[in-house]
Every structure is written in structure tokens, then in C-alpha cells.
């Protein structure tokens, strides 16, 4: 499982390190302007917190994974990862419309890509946290 760690926290890093294009990616000047000066921030803070919490995670698995695996915390650890990725794997599924990535090529990708990406992780930290 040690390789899957390394894996799964790299990806974890460069997933964290993407949201830093986001604002502009995403149009965000103009697009967050619509909303109340709450919402806009809101939205600004918890992307950031979101990216934060992504790169720690990540930075967790590539630094302690022997601990991960081997000590009663680190199994706890993966268990709230496991229930934290399985949760994000379904809305991927059943909360973001189809809408938003049918017809369109780079969207079904990164779409499909990320699907598979939250079932790996989902399957990768439910294995470890049951052993």
C-alpha cells in the first residue's frame, strides 16, 4: 500500500497546488461579483481552506506513511480519509450535473479522470482502514 500512498499524496500536492489558478481559470472576478460580499468570500476562503486541507493531506501521506499504515491513529486517519473521499467520489456522481461536462471534451475528461481518482483513493484508504 506504501506506493499507493506515494501515489495518492502526489496527486494530492499537484491538486492542492491547482487551485491556485481556479479564480482565473474559473472567471472568478466577474463571476463572484454577482454574489453578496458574504458569499463572494466565502466561496474565496473555503477554496483556499479546501486546497490547504488537499496539500496537507498529501504532504501527510508522503511523509508518515509508515506510521499511516502501521499505528492505530494512522489507521484513523485513513478512515476519515476513506469517508471523506467516498463521500466526495458520490457527489461527483449525484451532486454536479451532467450538464456541466456532457458534449464537451476536456470537461468529460477531467470529469472521468477525477471520478476514477475519488474511487481509487476511496478504495485505497477503505482497504487500509479495515485491515
Same mark, same amino acid.
Given at each position: ?61 508522503? &511523509? ?21 473521499? &467516498? ?27 477525477? &471520478? ?16
Amino acid at each position: 500500500m506504501e506506493i499507493h500512498f506515494y501515489i495518492i499524496g502526489s496527486l494530492l500536492v499537484l491538486l492542492a497546488i491547482v487551485h491556485i489558478i481556479f479564480p482565473k481559470y474559473f472567471n472568478w472576478k466577474e463571476e463572484l461579483e454577482k454574489l453578496s460580499l458574504m458569499n463572494h468570500q466565502m466561496m474565496k476562503v473555503h477554496t483556499f481552506f479546501i486546497g490547504l486541507t488537499v496539500f496537507l493531506m498529501g504532504i501527510l501521506l508522503l &511523509t508518515s506513511t509508515r506510521d499511516l499504515l502501521t499505528t492505530q491513529l494512522g489507521k484513523t486517519i485513513i478512515l476519515g480519509f476513506a469517508i471523506f473521499w &467516498t463521500i466526495r467520489f458520490f457527489m461527483q456522481l449525484f451532486v454536479y450535473s451532467s450538464q456541466l461536462w456532457k458534449g464537451k471534451l476536456f470537461e468529460t475528461v477531467v470529469h472521468i479522470f477525477f &471520478t476514477f481518482l475519488w474511487l481509487y483513493m476511496s478504495i485505497v484508504f477503505g482497504i487500509v482502514s479495515m485491515n
